[in-house]
């Protein structure tokens, strides 16, 4: 058996790979949140024709506004993940992205498909965390008072406060997860999809909850990044293959995903979580 120095060894290993990483886990995490819009930009422009068609044939889009519909779109990705990738404007880049979402879901007609609807649910938890994130910049900037983890229930509207509930958000949305690995795919449930949906239902309850945030983050960014290898391995697939374009799209939706799990993980689950009602007691 392990001995105990060999943990705290361990632990302090980790640890101090963390404090170097620590610095740079935002800009990971925001790259990685945008890189689903950015491959979905890219994806309309190299298949324009192709979404024309669907739009006008399948969609009913009538003259050229599918041609206004996807120009907008590809602008509107570009422009509003650079802006988060770069820390500008983050409150309206990630609101004008969770439009996005909304509009093609409506446009293509796959409000209703749900695996696209719980990863969607999942990506959106990562833009809400950037809301999060972009609050308590905006609360320290403008205020030098110093935040504690209870919530002051006569200062609902305090940029703190709704700080704490766009994290609670996010970490709900996280759970809708280990559904779209459920769900997702080509819909067959081999042992390898089970073991993913049953190690990402519990790390994601753990997560909702904000018990053991650090680890359990942890944890769930660990197994989504190799659900993602393993179901998602789109390169492995002929460039002719049916099925190559959606694996890819999965694959970039769940790096979005990885990404707002890492920026949890450096956030914290704020006040409206058990990690931190438990100092309370």
Request: aromatic share 10%; with cysteine.
């Amino acid at each position: 058996m392990m001995s105990v120095p060999s943990f705290r060894a361990i632990d302090q290993t980790a640890d101090k790979i963390a404090s170097t990483l620590r610095p740079h886990v935002p800009l990971i995490a925001r790259f990685l949140i945008i890189a689903t819009f950015y491959e979905d930009s890219m994806r309309l422009c190299s298949q324009w024709d192709d979404q024309i068609k669907f739009l006008k044939r399948y969609r009913g889009f009538p003259w050229s506004t599918a041609e206004i519909f996807l120009v907008i779109n590809v602008m509107t990705m570009v422009i509003a993940s650079s802006l988060l990738l770069c820390k500008k404007a983050t409150d309206k880049a990630a609101l004008t992205l969770l439009t996005v979402i909304a509009c093609q879901s409506a446009g293509y007609g796959i409000m209703f498909d749900v695996s696209f609807i719980f990863r969607m649910l999942s990506v959106c938890g990562g833009l809400i965390l950037l809301l999060a994130e972009a609050t308590l910049s905006q609360s320290r900037h403008h205020s030098n008072m110093v935040f504690t983890s209870v919530v002051n229930l006569d200062s609902l509207h305090s940029p703190h406060t709704r700080a704490n509930v766009f994290q609670l958000g996010g970490r709900v949305l996280f759970v809708f997860l280990f559904l779209s690995f459920l769900f997702g795919g080509d819909g067959k449930l081999t042992a390898a999809r089970l073991a993913v949906v049953a190690a990402c239902f519990v790390a994601c309850l753990l997560v909702a909850a904000g018990f053991k945030a650090k680890w359990s983050s942890a944890a769930l960014t660990g197994i989504v990044t190799m659900g993602n290898l393993i179901l998602n391995s789109w390169w492995s697939l002929p460039t002719s293959h049916p099925r190559r374009d959606l694996e890819r799209y999965d694959f970039f939706q769940n790096l979005s995903i990885i990404g707002g799990l890492l920026l949890l993980s450096h956030l914290g689950p704020g006040s409206l979580s058990v990690d931190e009602n438990k100092k309370n007691f």
